[in-house]
């Protein structure tokens, strides 16, 4: 059963960036679309970005729109979500999670679609 991992959390300062990777040792992430997710305390779990099997189409939500990037590095192995000009309400743990059976959009509006998650890593914006 696919299992992917995720890593790169941590502390910034607003303003700052960070890099968050999604890997799974054993599998080829390119036979599943890829989503991010995050959740912070107290409330739900919402998509982020969200990266088809090709790496041609994504899907972000409205908030990160221009802030942050999902990609994939197929040589790697790996979908990276790279976070620009974080915010404190950025806040939250991020998940990665993957599917073979839903569209980019929809797994992102609806992470319960998703089949496969990972532990999540914490990212803390604050000064």
């Known amino acids: 059963q696919l299992q992917v991992v995720e890593s790169g959390g941590g502390l910034v300062q607003p303003g700052g960036s960070l890099t968050l990777s999604c890997a799974a040792p054993?599998?080829?992430?390119?036979?599943?679309?890829i989503g991010w997710f995050r959740q912070a305390p107290g409330k739900e779990r919402e998509g982020v970005s969200c990266i088809d099997r090709s790496g041609n189409s994504t899907y972000d939500r409205d908030s990160v729109k221009g802030r942050f990037t999902i990609s994939r590095d197929t040589a790697k192995n790996m979908v990276s979500l790279r976070m620009n000009n974080l915010k404190p309400e950025d806040t939250a743990v991020y998940y990665c999670?993957?599917?073979?059976?839903?569209?980019?959009?929809?797994?992102?509006?609806?992470?319960?679609?998703?089949?496969?998650w990972g532990q999540g890593t914490q990212v803390t914006v604050s000064s």
């Open positions: 999670a993957a599917t073979t059976h839903a569209t980019v959009r929809a797994m992102c509006i609806r992470p319960d679609v998703n089949d496969y």
């Open positions: 054993g599998f080829t992430l390119d036979n599943y679309a």
